[in-house]
């Protein structure tokens, strides 16, 4: 084993788990999940069949991760959040078949006790702000909040809030990282 999984921590068959992966407390991986390098999985959280994970994911405690849901690299999942499956669920009626699919993008953060509904994309490097219900696709760098969630601005790669010239420039104050803002989409500029 290649990564560590605390003794409470339940791990079903057919799952893929990279190296240097911890799984804590009471924790739940149901069959057939891929799970990348170096994710942190805390404690009580549930990862429903098929979903995958990329390398250094960040899942907090208490996360419910549902059949559907895909996160590429470097996401973040504040203690707390969920995703859901179905748009239109009832007891019961079984909708199994009916699961729909959710891309989280590289770098995104979803704050703690968010909820995204199913179908809604969250673009690479995008930031969804604590107690933010998203009900629509979020565009790449965007900084979305509230209930339903709306986009307040723009976020850099590495964190934080952005602010733009009159040229549509952007610079990062921590990494110096400089973007641009065209026709309502944000870019880094290489």
Request: aromatic fraction near 8%.
């Amino acid at each position: 084993m290649d990564y560590f999984a605390h003794e409470t921590a339940v791990i079903d068959e057919g799952c893929q788990i990279g190296e240097g992966t911890k799984i804590w407390h009471f924790s739940h991986v149901m069959k057939n999940c891929v799970i990348g390098d170096k994710c942190n999985i805390g404690q009580n959280v549930v990862i429903s069949p098929d979903v995958i994970l990329g390398n250094n994911v960040k899942v907090q405690n208490n996360v419910s991760i549902y059949t559907g849901v895909i996160c590429e690299d470097d996401v973040f999942l504040g203690p707390s959040m969920v995703f859901t499956n179905v748009t239109n669920p009832r007891s019961a009626i079984i909708r199994r078949g009916q699961y729909e699919r959710t891309v989280v993008k590289k770098g995104a953060s979803i704050g703690a006790n968010a909820t995204i509904v199913c179908g809604n994309d969250i673009g690479e490097f995008a930031f969804i702000g604590a107690g933010t219900v998203v009900t629509k696709k979020i565009k790449p760098y965007a900084l979305v909040v509230g209930n339903p969630g709306k986009q307040i601005g723009w976020m850099s790669e590495y964190g934080h809030r952005l602010k733009f010239d009159e040229n549509g420039i952007g610079i990062c104050p921590e990494s110096k990282e400089k973007y641009i803002l065209k026709d309502n989409f944000v870019e880094k500029i290489k």
